[in-house]
């Protein structure tokens, strides 16, 4: 079974910055595209940034210039860096692996991504 796990939610307020990460010893994730998506309470999950097996970082423009994605494949791990962070920032943060579409061609595309974490929370307070 493979696992993908999700560290670094927390509190903080707004204008702060948290670093998530997620971390695998069961797949390569230079070999996936690998994404992070979100999920409000009430609202529907929605994706927030991916990245693909060239290692170019793509991102929704609710976090773009504020959010910045990075793998490290030596510790074969995904990172999060949120900045700026606002209250509507807040959610259940999940990283998953889509096998299928390693370029990221299914963009933010959920039924592609086979692979989720048990996610990690993070909230913004005003």
């Known amino acids: 079974q493979v696992q993908l796990v999700e560290s670094g939610g927390g509190s903080v307020q707004a204008g702060g910055s948290l670093r998530l990460s997620c971390a695998s010893s069961?797949?390569?994730?230079?070999?996936?595209?690998m994404g992070w998506f979100r999920q409000a309470p009430g609202k529907e999950r929605e994706g927030v940034a991916t990245?693909?097996?060239?290692?170019?970082?793509s991102y929704a423009d609710s976090v773009a210039g504020r959010f910045t994605l990075s793998r490290e494949n030596a510790k074969n791990t995904l990172y999060l860096e949120m900045n700026s962070l606002k209250p509507e920032d807040s959610g259940m943060y999940y990283c998953?692996?889509?096998?299928?579409?390693?370029?990221?061609?299914?963009?933010?595309?959920?039924?592609?991504?086979?692979?989720w974490g048990q996610g990690t929370q993070v909230t913004v307070s005003s």
């Open positions: 990245i693909g097996i060239d290692g170019r970082p």
């Open positions: 998953a692996a889509d096998d299928s579409r390693p370029t990221c061609s299914s963009g933010y595309n959920q039924k592609y991504y086979r692979f």
């Open positions: 069961d797949i390569r994730y230079s070999r996936y595209c």
